[in-house]
């Protein structure tokens, strides 16, 4: 258990000390220090809830944050190591974690490099509620004029058999589209043609006379009454034609 204690706040410092190009002679003893501890023991950093685990120890202190904030910059949630790991490959880690977030990430870097015994795995993010199933609305019924149309036979007995009638026979669909409408045998077809209009109501050019109605027939007849009361003006004389020679002057009296 001192050997993890002790590895966890190393492997900060290294990260720490290879950020620093003026700590040569420090990096290079804490790195050697670090490569005997993983010489037979393989490990396992892991961030989980903000903190760091080493080998499912939780771990501790302001090196061991550092490291923290180091990895989750560069999207890392886990950096497994395997027992006496090559100089080069663990040299490869600690330049790429120290230096800062670029085009190229860890993993990438690291497969060029050929580091097998060094694996690098992002977060892994808290799996969240499964949203509740919204059930999606049925889909609109545009293709109802391409399917085949059902002509039933007008003499044929109904089959509530093998199409019962409600939700799972034949009123499922769109029957104005669906089934065609055909004449049926004794049936008279019938029709929805509005009335004519009222005579009065109608055109001139139609002919006919509206006939009176009961309002109207009492207005008729006291037209008719004051009519006949009414006087026709005398006529008026002819004028005389101006080629008739006037008439003759009457004769004279006999004398007494």
Known sequence: MATLESLAPRFA???SLF???SAKERQKAEFRALILLLKDT???LRVAN???ELNGVPCQGDEVTGLVQRL???GIGEIALAADPPPAQLFELFM?????PGATDIVSRLAAAGADRIRVSPPVLPSAESPPLVQAPPAAT???GARQEIVPSPDAPPDRKSR???TEGILRGDAWQDIKSVPLTGVPIVTHDPPPPRAADALPETGHAAPPQDGDADLTLHTDRRSKERKAPPAAPAPASPTTPPPPPPPPPPPP
């Open 164 to 166: 019962p009638l409600g």
């Open 142 to 144: 545009k293709d109802v």
């Open 19 to 21: 950020r620093d190009p």
């Open 50 to 52: 903000g903190r760091l």
């Open 42 to 44: 393989p490990v396992t």
């Open 72 to 74: 989750d910059l560069h």
């Open 13 to 15: 410092r290294c990260v």
């Open 96 to 100: 790429a974690l120290a230096d800062q």
